[in-house]
């Protein structure tokens, strides 16, 4: 028997709205708590900070062996483009830290301060009190800073999102367009300084992070939450990829004994990837093979992947060297994505 137009449910047209106006207080309640929670869409990633004890040996050596132009300067702060930008590595002075990787930064659709702070608050982030803990002001905590011309920004300041996830790790938040430089959503990079040599290699964009935590599953589970990121392989059962944009991806690493969270290293595309070719220009920089010892300041090495992590049958080659402070940069192919293949560019995943 058809029910009446009035009895009507979510299945015959009635939105889900109605439906819940119409239930009893405690039961309406509970059914919106279980809505999830918003989400931010990515676009891409934008940049990350190297902070470094000699912020000049460092732009000598990433020139001289990328040929990275000046994209902007925030200060004392030197941003190098990658590729067309707007994606760049920036370098900064350690100080009395250690050098390493401060930070990573995501790119959102749809930016503004108020939004993401809103979603960030959905998540059980939440702003920052007092000056301490670092850029965002510890783990599940948010800061805001408005980055005025003194240091390259916008007379009305370019706001800049930095939030820590369950870590402590350091993600920045910003609109598609941030190159770094001046504008209210930090788009305006006009003035590029050429690098002075050519570089012996050139790559094209940035391409993923490693990020070493102590819970994995919990850090994954985290960042798919807040950006509904898709799995775009995996590196081992357990070890998935996290897709952002094209053929990018954020991999949280889980390891026993990990009591600091940290970026333990970033990836470089670039056209073109042969190992070969790519350790001989690297020797010739003055950058010599590891041996069997840690890697120490300027080295390079070669792990190969194999079916077990995800590679092919016969070893997926990725490439690692260290920068003056021992910072590790891995260098792939611009279709790599994590996956199998020689290139590690076969992945079945859904794309983010």
Known sequence: MRRPAADQDEGWGLTRRAVLLGLP?????????????????VRDLNHLTLSVADPARSLRFYQGLFGMPVQARQGLTTLLRVGRGPQFLALSAAGATPPGITHLCLTVDDFSVDRVLRVLAAHGV???????????????????????PDVGGDPAGTPEIYFGDPDGIVVQLQDPRYCGGRGVAGEICAAVEPAPTVGLLAVEALNHFTVRVSDA??????????????????????????AVGDVGFLMYSGRRGVTTAAIDHVCLNMRGFAVDRVTAALERYGITPRGTAAPGPLQWYVSMRGPERGGAKEGTPELYFTDPDGIPIQLQDLSYCGGGGVLGNVCPGAAG
């Open 25 to 41: 207080a405690a039961i309406a309640g509970r059914a919106w708590a279980q809505a999830p929670a918003p989400r931010l869409s």
């Open 126 to 148: 939440t702003p920052a009190e007092g000056t301490g803990g670092g850029l965002s002001g510890g783990p599940m905590r948010v800061r805001v800073r408005r980055r005025g």
């Open 217 to 242: 599953a919990r850090a994954n589970a985290f960042h798919q939450a807040l950006f509904g990121f898709a799995i775009r392989s995996y590196q081992g059962p357990t070890a998935p990829t996290l």
